[in-house]
Antibody, heavy 120, light 108 residues
Framework: QVQLVESGGGVVQPGRSLRLSCAAS????????MHWVRQAPGKGLEWVAL????????YYGDSVKGRFTISRDNSRNTVFLEMNSLRAEDTALYYCARDQAPIVGALSYWGQGTLVTVSS | EIVLTQSPGTVSLSPGERATLSCRASQSVSRDYVAWYQQKPGQAPRLLIY???NRATDIPDRISGSGSATDFTLSINRLEPEDFAVYYCQQYGSSPRTFGQGTKVEIK
């Protein structure tokens, strides 16, 4: 069965960096686009970033563009989110999600999330 | 960026009733690439509908999606106790792939 397990969350000071990882199993990882979606405490879902199946294209939400970088290692079945210049408003539960397709599709599987808290 | 506006924000219904949730886009969504997700407290979202009207795996047929271009609807017939949750629409026809703000379906 499809499993997505996020890790790397924690408490970090404003302006610092953090790297999230998402380990995938139960499917052919290199055949699907992958996403990060976040949810601030008590708030709705916010789409963060997308990387195509082969890593050739990446897209970002406006609030993280220029600060966050998504990447993947298909040999390790893992997708990453490098977060720089973190702000208090980046505090959220970060979900990793698998696309339905290599490039464009809905988010068919989700992990349980890893919590990032930006605070001094 | 396509902005999705969901209405109502909260709807109070009884089990057995029908829920009708709306999602309006600020511009036409390419190929009607709209998905609907259900989220219960403490859980990750679950995909219900993709491509505006296609049910995801294991989703019962009392849940349906419709619409095109800028206006989309999620309908849930004969509400069951497990249907009381928050529902989000998302467009994936263009990047950034935005979500609506959510509609909460609560027990009346």
């Amino acid at each position: 069965q499809v499993q997505l397990v996020e890790s790397g969350g924690g408490v970090v000071q404003p302006g610092r960096s953090l790297r999230l990882s998402c380990a995938a199993s139960g499917f052919t990882f290199s055949s699907y686009a992958m996403h990060w979606v976040r949810q601030a405490p008590g708030k709705g879902l916010e789409w963060v970033a997308l990387i195509w199946y082969d890593g050739s294209n990446k897209y970002y939400g406006d609030s993280v563009k220029g600060r966050f970088t998504i990447s993947r290692d298909n040999s390790r079945n893992t997708v990453f989110l490098e977060m720089n210049s973190l702000r208090a408003e980046d505090t959220a539960l970060y979900y990793c999600a698998r696309d339905q397709a290599p490039i464009v599709g809905a988010l068919s599987y989700w992990g349980q999330g890893t919590l990032v808290t930006v605070s001094s | 960026e396509i902005v999705l506006t969901q209405s109502p924000g909260t709807v109070s219904l009884s089990p057995g009733e029908r829920a009708t949730l709306s999602c309006r886009a600020s511009q036409s969504v390419s190929r009607d690439y709209v998905a609907w997700y259900q989220q219960k407290p403490g859980q990750a979202p679950r995909l219900l509908i993709y491509g505006a009207s296609n049910r995801a795996t294991d989703i019962p047929d009392r849940i349906s999606g419709s619409g095109s271009a800028t206006d989309f609807t999620l309908s849930i017939n004969r509400l069951e106790p497990e249907d009381f949750a928050v529902y989000y629409c998302q467009q994936y026809g263009s990047s950034p792939r935005t979500f609506g703000q959510g509609t909460k379906v609560e027990i009346k």
